[in-house]
């Protein structure tokens, strides 16, 4: 059922890596510093999810390339490299804006919100409830989260609203987050 992804296009990038040298950290590392020029290892371990050790191995190699480039000291090491190659070579332009996306706490976001919309009892609940369980759950669950993806939160719309306005906006910005995707 899947299908033959759209090459040169921004959404299909991290595909394209992955197909070009693999499903592995490599992808994510050499997207991250296309997006983002730098990073260290802490950063990019943090936004990969990968384990730290697995990125400065990654590193260390892709900095025998002269692709990846670094200072010679050991603490604080920022890592560059200039997309601009890269960005011709797989999406035959480099003026496109591209975002870096921290996809797991989104998708864990996405799926907390899809577990709210089908409890039953959430459902049955009156609009009070509903809006009191959904204010808790994206106070503590889904901002830090949607925070951490990267993407701009929709809590602003949020303040100040109660019941049923605060539902609609809820799902406008949960039908905003989407549509980003």
Known sequence: MSKVFSPKNIPSLLMQLRALIGISSRSEVLLYLMINKKGTIRDIADQTYYAWRSIQDVLYEMGHSSVVT????????????????????????????????????????????????????????????????????????????IAKSGLNDFSGKLSGLS????????????????GKL
């Open 163 to 178: 019941g049923e306005a605060y539902l609609k906006h809820w799902l406008e910005g949960i039908e905003q987050l989407v």
């Open 70 to 145: 670094f200072p010679d000291a050991k603490k604080g090491r920022i890592y560059y490299m200039e997309a601009s190659p890269w960005l011709e070579l797989l999406l035959h332009t480099n003026e496109k804006a591209i975002e870096w996306v921290c996809w797991p706490p989104l998708f864990r976001a996405l799926e907390i919100i899809w577990e709210k919309i089908n409890d039953t009892q959430f459902l049955e609940s009156s609009t009070l409830e509903q809006t009191a369980e959904v204010q808790q759950l994206t106070s503590e669950e889904l901002l830090p989260r």
